[in-house]
């Protein structure tokens, strides 16, 4: 293998390379939790700063998690921790056998204990004292050695952790790119299919609970998700904190506003009426007209910063709408509920508005092997913490035996360290 080949290997197995990986992760999962993603192009263009919404629209940060930079982080950063793991691998199954193993020469130095005139039953106490089984003894130039171990398992805790990591990346992974966003609204009695399923979900009502300085206390929409056969297949109340789950779906009380009818006539002819929301609109290709409404201010007043509703109650309704005509934006203004409204042969008026409800459904795969992973992540830090590795070696010389327990490297994990510490054992 070539030199050079051999330091990429060892570098995309470093801790260095994943946390810089982790870190750029970091930073692009902050844009994607900040930009709301998979809307339309039109909702950055009208929301946001010109600046900010070229840059959105640009680097196509609206769908960052199926970018293809975003994908080759995370590949990246699975790849690394899969050559971790796997060089790891082999260094835990190395100590475990290397623990079972009778101890060496050179292991028999420095002992902890030295204890005069003790026989073979005594030698097997100290074993059980410590929780040591599986007792073994071989012979050194006629010196019984005495060994076992316990905890071998307790290697397996820091691997198991990075094991349980990969596998919470891949699935989160996954589920982030088969990601499911989107959302149903309308009026009561509205019937909203979900896009790219069978399923309609059925508004049957809508009520706002204020409270008594009339902020919202809570919105709650009575709901009914069925086939496309018409049939029920769940029903109940949507409100924050209780969602309705159906086949991994999730539909949650997202917001609310408000919506209106509008009828449009042209030299008395009625050319059609359809709900239009706070910020949709009425479009009509054929004559070349968009009516868009931007606002409903249920209890209006003009302020010197401009419009706003002084309570939540139809006292005094008003519609900001656009006119638009070719493209291009010919009428601005506000106008009642009922009220008609001109121009050139056209007249439309808006009426019986109403509150809406919002809801926004999302499904995400992944869910049950992120579990998976996150118990394999508690096993290791179990077996790290609470099972460490220990040997305990006895040699005996006539009447005398000498208590071993530093095989370790870890001095954390070695037995000289506990003997130094329990002076009143028993034995």
């Known amino acids: 293998m070539k030199l050079w080949f051999k330091k990429i290997f060892a570098f995309l197995r470093t801790m260095k390379f994943g946390l810089i990986l982790l870190g750029m992760l970091c930073l692009v999962s902050v844009v994607g939790s900040v930009v709301p993603q998979g ?35 995370f590949i990246a950063l699975a ?41 073979a039953d005594s030698i097997k106490d100290i074993f059980k004292s410590e929780g040591f089984k599986n007792i073994k ?44 966003d989107t959302a149903v609204f309308g009026t009561p009695g509205t019937k909203q299919q979900l896009d790219g399923t069978n399923y309609t979900m059925n508004i049957e ?31 109940g109340e949507i409100y924050v904190n209780n969602p309705m789950r159906y086949d991994g779906y999730t539909f949650y009380q997202h917001s609310t506003g408000w919506a209106s009818e509008v009828n449009v006539f042209k030299d008395g002819e009625n050319l059609g009426s359809e709900i239009v929301y706070d910020g949709t609109a009425y479009i009509n290709n054929k004559e070349f007209i968009v009516i868009q409404m931007h606002h409903l201010y249920p209890d209006f007043v003009a302020t010197e910063t401009g419009f706003a509703s002084i309570s939540n109650d139809l006292n005094n309704p008003k519609i900001l709408y656009s006119l638009l ?5 010919v009428d601005m203004n506000l106008v009642s509920p009922g009220e008609d409204a001109h121009w050139r042969d056209f007249t439309f008026n808006f009426n ?4 809406y409800t919002y809801l926004s459904v999302n499904k995400m795969s992944g869910k049950f092997g992120a579990l998976i992973g996150s118990i394999v992540i508690m096993l290791g830090l ?18 005398t035996i000498y208590i071993y327990g530093d095989y370790s490297s870890d001095k954390k994990n070695s037995l000289k360290g506990n003997y130094q510490t329990k002076k009143d054992i028993s034995i």
């Open 39 to 73: 809307r339309e192009e039109a909702f950055y263009l009208n929301n946001y700063p010109p600046l900010w919404s070229q840059l959105i629209i640009t680097f196509k940060a609206y769908n960052i998690y199926h970018s293809s930079g975003f994908i080759a982080l």
């Open 79 to 119: 790849l690394n921790l899969f050559l971790c793991s796997t060089v790891r691998l082999k260094n835990v199954i190395s100590k475990m056998k290397k623990l079972s193993l009778a101890p060496s020469k050179t292991q028999l130095k420095n002992p902890v204990e030295c204890i005069n005139c003790l026989n």
């Open 137 to 180: 003894c071989t012979t050194y130039d006629s010196t019984e050695i005495y060994y076992s171990n316990k905890n071998k398992i307790g290697y397996l805790g820091s691997w198991l952790i990075h094991i349980g990591i990969l596998v919470i990346i891949v699935f989160y992974s996954y589920g982030q790119y088969t990601f499911f």
């Open 205 to 235: 009502d809508f009520e706002i609970i204020y409270r008594d300085d009339g902020s919202v206390q809570q919105y709650i929409t009575q709901g009914t998700l069925t086939d496309k056969d018409g049939t029920s297949l769940v029903s």
């Open 325 to 329: 005509y070719g493209g291009q934006r």
């Open 352 to 355: 019986n508005p109403e509150r």
């Open 382 to 399: 179990f077996l790290a913490f609470y099972m460490k590795p220990k040997q305990l070696i006895v040699e005996r010389k006539a009447e």
